[in-house]
């Protein structure tokens, strides 16, 4: 079983719509939550930093962890064309372990 | 607003020679980090750096790869031997504290041809 499962879309949505992406993972060490969203040939751009259990929101983004199901979603309100990208989650044990590790990415596409 | 900056964009070399990318984290971050995503795959950790010392590695950091510090501000990988495998992209990232978030450089493209 891979680490963290993300589907790799790709994911065709009309604007205006509400986007959810998800990933689940399979280390319970896992405390720390992100998503980033990254254009093609570029580096990844932070979306949302959560840590443990919980929703997060932050304009059009909330993020949702649960901790119990090992289950982690990115809701986009109001997804506009320019959310068109690759989303990543990646999450991080506590400690002192440094290594963030990354799921595949979904590929979003929304359409005008 | 602060970045992290890497140079160069773009970075050509033949198989067997040795490659340095450069990396600015942000100025007051004190954690660094390299990734690498080979075209079509995820990002994967290579190595962490903090205080003059890696803090933790990945299996993919093997002796053919070092990091280094030169200054107060950049920060440096070397690929000692470059391998066909390592072409990728290399992104560099720094954090402000150990479990704070990251910012990732926008990448150097590395062709081992």
């Known amino acids: 079983q891979k680490e963290v499962e993300q589907d790799p879309g790709p994911l065709s949505v009309p604007e205006g719509a509400i986007v959810s992406l998800n990933c689940t993972y399979s280390n319970s060490a896992f405390q720390y939550f992100m998503w980033y969203r990254q254009y093609s040939r570029k580096g990844p751009e932070l979306l949302m930093y959560?840590?443990?259990?919980g929703n997060k929101e932050d304009g059009r983004f909330t993020a949702q962890v649960d901790k119990s199901s090992k289950y982690i979603s990115l809701f986009i309100r109001d997804s506009q064309p320019s959310d068109s990208a690759t989303y990543l989650c990646a999450m991080k044990e506590g400690g002192g372990y440094q290594k963030v590790t990354f799921g595949t990415g979904t590929k979003l596409q929304v359409i005008p | 607003e602060p970045e992290v900056t890497q140079t160069p964009s773009h970075q050509v070399t033949q198989m067997g020679q040795e490659v340095i990318l450069r990396c600015v984290p942000i100025s007051n971050h004190l954690y660094f980090y390299w990734y690498r995503q080979i075209l079509g795959q995820k990002v994967e950790f290579l190595v962490s750096f903090y205080n003059n010392e890696i803090s933790e590695k990945s299996e993919i950091f093997d002796d053919q790869f070092s990091v280094e510090r030169p200054d107060g501000s950049n920060f440096t990988l070397k690929i000692r031997s470059t391998k066909l495998e390592d072409s990728a992209m290399y992104f560099c990232?720094?954090?402000?504290?150990?479990?704070?978030?990251?910012?990732f450089g926008q990448g150097t493209r590395l062709t081992v041809v």
């Open positions: 959560t840590y443990s259990s």
């Open positions: 990232a720094s954090t402000i504290a150990r479990n704070t978030e990251a910012f």
